[in-house]
């Protein structure tokens, strides 16, 4: 049944309680899992919400695992959602089968393409469908929701504040794939989920929105300059910022000198991004 949570487990943690949540998701028409720290205060009042969209074959947990963020949250006084990557377990043909399509690799788009269409709507599933259902059950304040995100998250950060600029009053991203529709990740899953008619991607490229909507808030961009993906032309950080400077955007993207793709990466800077999204939230 929709919006019926199912804990399947809770941690007690700076305070706060972390906890693995599952529900019925009618945008994916099938079981969806995510993760959300309830800071202290939570305890009293309403707190602001921070959601994280995580990358590439991750889950809802790799990030409140590795990235050492409930401390921050806790003294910040922010509640953190993140949610899976995409669907599971749907039945569809070749699900499983690549690293980056399918399974794990869900990219933040609502598809139009068969067969995927059927299941991975996850736009629309972390933009609308689960922030109702969060905000309905714990004592947070829609008013004040941010977001961020690492790599194929990033991008998904990205897309969601500029499509959505009323609804998250900040955003930031640690390594994120930030022109896809100019690298082969971006341009394979696009192909897979919407179609080869590339007007159909600028939806889904937060390069290509900064053509129609800018934000007021400022743009926080961690890049380690170790990162393999970003040294292969999969990211684009520096493609990305030419168009926000273009469009009069408000940037600052830090390129960080041997720093990888990893958790270590993300650990090392999240307490500047917690302090970024503080100016906005608090």
């Known amino acids: 049944m929709a919006g019926t949570l199912e804990l399947e487990k809770q941690h007690r943690c700076f305070g706060g309680t972390l906890s693995y949540y599952r529900h019925f998701s009618d945008c994916c028409q099938g079981s969806m899992q995510f993760t959300l720290y309830l800071p202290p205060q939570a305890k009293d009042k309403s707190v602001p919400l921070l959601w994280y969209l995580s990358g590439l074959t991750c889950t809802?947990?790799?990030f409140t695992v590795k990235a050492g963020a409930q401390r921050l949250a806790a003294e910040y006084d922010f509640a953190i959602a993140a949610p899976d990557t995409s669907p599971r377990n749907t039945g569809?043909?070749?699900?499983?089968?690549?690293?980056?399509?399918?399974?794990?690799a869900g990219f933040y788009v609502d598809a139009t393409v068969e067969p995927w269409s059927s299941h991975y709507q996850m736009y629309s599933y972390v933009t609308q469908e689960l922030p109702t259902l969060v905000i309905e059950n714990f004592p947070l304040d829609a008013d004040k929701q941010s977001i961020f995100g690492h790599s194929m998250g990033g991008h998904g950060a990205l897309v969601c504040a500029l499509r959505n600029p009323k609804k998250y009053q900040s955003v930031s991203a640690f390594a994120p794939i930030a022109a896809p529709s100019q690298t082969t990740w971006g341009q394979n899953a696009f192909k897979a989920y919407l179609g080869d008619d590339t007007k159909f991607w600028a939806a889904y490229d937060a390069a290509e929105l900064l053509n129609t909507q800018t934000l007021e808030s400022e743009i926080l961009i961690d890049q380690g300059t170790a990162d393999s993906f970003y040294q292969d032309g999969g990211l684009l950080p520096e493609k990305f910022a030419e168009v926000c400077e273009q469009a009069g955007q408000k940037i600052k993207l830090?390129?960080?000198?041997?720093?990888?793709?990893?958790?270590?990466?993300?650990?090392?800077?999240?307490?500047?991004?917690?302090?970024?999204?503080?100016?906005?939230?608090?």
């Open 60 to 62: 809802a947990e790799n």
């Open 92 to 104: 569809i043909p070749g699900e499983d089968e690549s690293w980056d399509l399918g399974s794990g």
């Open 254 to 282: 830090r390129l960080q000198d041997g720093y990888d793709h990893s958790y270590f990466f993300v650990s090392t800077f999240i307490q500047d991004h917690f302090q970024h999204h503080a100016q906005y939230l608090q």
